[in-house]
């Protein structure tokens, strides 16, 4: 059962481009929801994240925007550029003690020159 | 900080035989989460802890995988015995209560 579900599963632009990635979840209990990179050979490495209580953060290139009223939630790479070339995870969590992030299956994006 | 540090960075090793992957937490960050990465089944969540204590092991697959953190430094994963359906990626990642999650650069085990 995928409580989180993540698309497109791949995605090319073209350098200078908006790509956008898309999550959706079902449990209206999450209240943290953090995107994550990850180059090859590497672990995934945080990049933002959100709280429900705000529409849209931005951090650099780096936007989230979140609709609470459809539980979705998207990241967009203002300016892509090739350096942006990895796969975006998508992940929410549940309040309280329990910290497990239920994660999305990934986002392959190449940005090209 | 050198962040989280997880050894060896490659393992290959033969079906049948002991595997232990180690795992160093950023110091001070009192979750630690062990992770395995495979194309087909995506980033799953074994076991985390808190301050050294095991809170949700739902994830390990089966009694030949097994997890302890002595002490808040260190932690460790072993599969005895292995089997090839374990080759996998496997990530130690670390956090403070209410933030964000910190991988380690993984290690890839290959089981032949």
């Known amino acids: 059962q995928q409580q989180v579900k993540q698309s497109p599963q791949s995605l090319i632009v073209q350098k200078g481009g908006i790509p956008i990635i898309n999550c959706a979840y079902e449990?209206?209990?999450?209240?943290?929801f953090p995107w994550y990179q990850q180059f090859p050979g590497k672990g995934p490495a945080l990049l933002i994240a959100?709280?429900?209580d705000v529409s849209e953060k931005k951090e650099g290139r780096f936007t989230i925007s979140f609709n609470k009223s459809a539980k979705q939630f998207s990241l967009h790479i203002m300016d892509s550029q090739p350096g942006d070339s990895a796969t975006y995870f998508c992940a929410a969590r549940s309040p309280g003690n329990n910290r497990k992030l239920i994660w999305g299956l990934g986002t392959s994006l190449a940005v090209n020159p | 900080d050198a962040g989280v540090i997880q050894s060896p960075r490659h393992e290959v090793t033969e079906m049948g035989q002991e595997v232990t992957l180690r795992c160093k937490p950023i110091s001070g960050h009192d979750y630690l989460f062990w992770y395995r990465q495979t194309m087909m089944r995506g980033l799953e969540l074994l076991i985390y802890f808190n301050n050294n204590v095991p809170i949700d092991d739902s994830g390990m697959p089966e009694d030949r995988f097994s997890a302890k953190m002595p002490n808040a430094s260190f932690s460790t994963l072993k599969i005895q015995p292995s089997e090839p359906r374990d080759s996998a990626v496997y990530f130690c990642?670390?956090?403070?209560?209410?933030?964000?999650?910190?991988f380690g650069q993984g290690t890839r085990l290959t089981v032949v």
């Open positions: 449990n209206t209990a999450f209240d943290y």
């Open positions: 959100i709280r429900p």
């Open positions: 990642a670390s956090s403070l209560q209410g933030g964000g999650a910190f």
